[in-house]
């Protein structure tokens, strides 16, 4: 009996079992449909050939958006824009946010505690508030808007994430490889460069790959400083009111395939790096 009744509370635990195991895998499912579904409807509709708007309604199947795509100047332009200004800010928030980050952990000064807790700020408070903050500034200095007062923005708010990527490398740092380096003879300068850089490099790059994908893809801010200069998302944003077009998924589409080359291209290089190793 006691036998029979351990054999049916084993199965009632595999049925469990199973079940959750089902569960958990529809589950995940379900997430990656939220997460790419739509990705996958950009995709397929940058292939549609209908011309009526709001472009929802499937036509067939042609490549014509992608070559509608380079003749049209405005979204190029658009996209133009936004890699300069990501590639930009990027850049200038890269360089201000390592070295705050190596002055704030190695120096200690009056008001570090303060200086501290507002590099929380851009990145706790909605953005609508930083782009009205943004915009009454450059009001009151008289600076025109334009692709200027975008960068200075973009820098902005970039400058926390670096220096929040960086930080985080700082955290197992051992300062006494500088020690060494100077002890060899090596300036300040030089221990920096060829000590200090290399070994922060992971925190750098994870830091400006971060403001980049921020200021590629920042709608609200971008707003209420661009002026007259137009940003690919803005463009896309301004489109949605007569629908997304066919050249705007086709370009999309391009950005994404180019991304996922990226990523490969990365993480291959990473492989083969550490069979190396």
């Given at each position: 009996?006691?036998?029979?009744s ?6 009632k ?9 089902k569960?958990g895998k ?19 509709n940058s ?9 929802l ?85 008289n600076?025109?808007r ?12 970039c400058?926390p ?14 300062s006494?490889?500088e020690?060494a380096?100077?002890?060899?003879g090596?300036n ?15 925190g ?62 990365t ?6 790096k550490?069979?190396?190793?």
């Amino acid at each position: 009996m006691s036998l029979e009744s351990e054999r049916t509370g084993t199965m009632k635990r595999e049925k469990k079992e199973r079940i959750r195991h089902k569960s958990g895998k529809l589950f995940c499912i379900l997430v990656y449909l939220f997460l790419f579904l739509p990705i996958v409807v950009i995709v397929i509709n940058s292939f549609n050939a209908t011309t009526s708007k709001p472009y929802l309604s499937w036509k067939g199947f042609t490549f014509g958006w992608y070559a509608e795509l380079f003749t049209n100047t405005e979204l190029l332009g658009a996209f133009g824009n936004t890699l300069i200004l990501a590639g930009v800010s990027t850049l200038l928030a890269t360089v201000i946010g390592t070295l705050g980050a190596v002055g704030m952990y190695r120096y200690k000064f009056r008001g570090k505690g303060i200086i501290d807790a507002v590099l929380y700020i851009p990145v706790v408070i909605p953005e609508i508030v930083v782009g009205i903050s943004l915009l009454t500034m450059f009001s009151k200095v008289n600076i025109p808007r334009g692709m200027l007062t975008l960068i200075l923005a973009h820098v902005s708010f970039c400058i926390p994430f670096v220096i929040f990527n960086i930080r985080a490398r700082l955290a197992g740092y051992d300062s006494s490889v500088e020690e060494a380096s100077m002890d060899l003879g090596a300036n300040r300068i030089r221990t920096f460069m060829q000590v200090t850089l290399p070994i922060l490099a992971p925190g750098i790059a994870g830091g400006a790959l971060l403001a980049f994908t921020l200021s590629i893809d920042d709608v609200i801010i971008s707003y209420f400083v661009n002026g007259q200069t137009m940003t690919y998302p803005l463009k896309v944003m301004e489109s949605i009111k007569s629908g997304v077009a066919p050249d705007v998924n086709a370009l999309s589409t391009l950005i994404l395939v180019g991304t996922i080359l990226l990523v490969v291209l990365t993480q291959s290089d990473l492989l083969i790096k550490h069979k190396h190793y």
